[in-house]
């Protein structure tokens, strides 16, 4: 057992990056901390402003797209300060197309919720009232 183990990138291979990037900046307020082109390629790193150093998500371009299923939940998730911000999200997110799963409540831990699709078609929640992140129980 690995007890100091600690999360800390997920990476992610995207079709268009520049898309991938105005999308979480502009969704989720992700900075881009790091930006590299070498022989294989650009890679970049987003980060929240004040948590570039605990954690960060890895863009690659060259994905082949995500195309989920009905069924299936996977997704990156964002927690927000209010309701109200959830509700924000939802209606940028209808406006501009991307809007999968309508603001909802559940029980807790699930909290009050609404899903996006990022521009490669990774499902990202944005939600308020669980027990991580602003607005924890």
Known sequence: MVSDA?????????????????????????????????ESGRVVWLAEPARAEDFI???????????????????????????????????????????AWAPREEPYPVGYYCGVRDPDGNMVEFSYGQPLGPGAA
């Open 6 to 38: 600690a999360l800390t990138h997920i990476a992610l291979h995207v079709r268009d990056l520049d898309a991938c990037i105005a999308f979480y900046g502009d969704y989720c307020g992700l900075a881009l901390v790091h930006d590299r082109q070498d």
């Open 57 to 99: 998500i890895v863009l690659i371009p060259g994905g082949p797209g995500r195309d989920q299923g009905e069924g299936d939940y996977s997704h990156l998730g964002f927690a927000l300060d209010s309701r109200v911000s959830v509700d924000a999200i939802a209606a940028k997110a209808d406006a501009d197309g991307r809007l």
